[in-house]
């Protein structure tokens, strides 16, 4: 295994971010997820470089939320391509994930992990728990806390920056070689090697 100080770099952001535009999600979450990394979330004042997602692909996934159909709870995600879908889970946090393909499909991506960039201040007050700058994004949960992402932020719309929740190319290149492993905390289609990581980012949920 490559050394992780060898295989992670800190990525500033650079000043002439765009928005990623409703083509770039429309298309199949396992294309999708791994071209994510090392783009920026932003939610006003707030980005963080994303470095962990997991593609979920609806009717032939089991370990997917639309894996049965459509519900009230997880509507959004047969909505349009670039739709925020977020959802509650463990009766305490909140998970986002951007939705991926045609309206109707039932796919997304799971926003896993961010290092983060601006805003930190706001982060911290959020996540107090957090023992370092490191943990303030380093698992899904913790990242919809830091960024104060929650319901009231479900069906927002990423390419137009609905409800100030955007996600943005800075220039920055996905890394030629992600780390691939199997999806996290899932009983169901817990053998599909449908998660991507930048190798040796620190701020990874979990080792890749």
């Given at each position: 295994?490559?050394?992780?100080?060898?295989?992670?770099?800190?990525?500033?952001?650079?000043?002439?971010?765009?928005?990623?535009?409703?083509?770039?999600?429309?298309?199949?979450?396992?294309?999708?997820?791994?071209?994510?990394?090392?783009?920026?979330?932003?939610?006003?004042?707030?980005?963080?470089?994303?470095?962990?997602?997991?593609?979920?692909?609806?009717?032939?996934?089991?370990?997917?939320?639309?894996?049965?159909?459509?519900?009230r709870r997880n509507a959004t995600m047969f909505g349009p391509p670039g739709g925020l879908y977020v959802y509650f889970t463990y009766g305490m946090h909140w998970c986002a994930n951007a939705v991926c393909?045609?309206?109707?499909?039932?796919?997304?991506?799971?926003?896993?992990?961010?290092?983060?960039?601006?805003?930190?201040?706001?982060?911290?007050?959020?996540?107090?728990?957090?023992?370092?700058?490191?943990?303030?994004?380093?698992?899904?949960?913790?990242?919809?806390?830091?960024?104060?992402?929650?319901?009231?932020?479900?069906?927002?719309?990423?390419?137009?920056?609905?409800?100030?929740?955007?996600?943005?190319?800075?220039?920055?290149?996905?890394?030629?070689?992600?780390?691939?492993?199997?999806?996290?905390?899932?009983?169901?289609?817990?053998?599909?090697?449908?998660?991507?990581?930048?190798?040796?980012?620190?701020?990874?949920?979990?080792?890749?």
């Amino acid at each position: 295994m490559t050394d992780a100080a060898t295989t992670w770099q800190h990525h500033p952001p650079m000043p002439r971010a765009r928005r990623l535009p409703r083509s770039f999600y429309r298309r199949d979450p396992r294309a999708v997820a791994p071209e994510l990394l090392n783009k920026v979330l932003q939610r006003g004042p707030l980005s963080a470089r994303i470095v962990e997602v997991e593609a979920y692909c609806g009717a032939e996934d089991p370990g997917s939320h639309a894996f049965r159909g459509q519900t009230r709870r997880n509507a959004t995600m047969f909505g349009p391509p670039g739709g925020l879908y977020v959802y509650f889970t463990y009766g305490m946090h909140w998970c986002a994930n951007a939705v991926c393909g045609e309206e109707g499909e039932g796919i997304a991506v799971l926003l896993r992990a961010a290092e983060p960039l601006t805003g930190l201040e706001i982060m911290r007050a959020r996540r107090p728990a957090a023992r370092g700058d490191r943990d303030l994004c380093r698992g899904p949960a913790r990242l919809c806390q830091a960024f104060g992402i929650d319901g009231s932020h479900d069906g927002a719309d990423l390419p137009t920056a609905d409800r100030e929740v955007t996600i943005v190319d800075d220039g920055t290149p996905p890394p030629a070689q992600p780390a691939v492993t199997t999806r996290i905390g899932l009983s169901a289609g817990a053998d599909l090697p449908w998660r991507w990581c930048v190798p040796g980012s620190p701020h990874l949920s979990r080792p890749a």
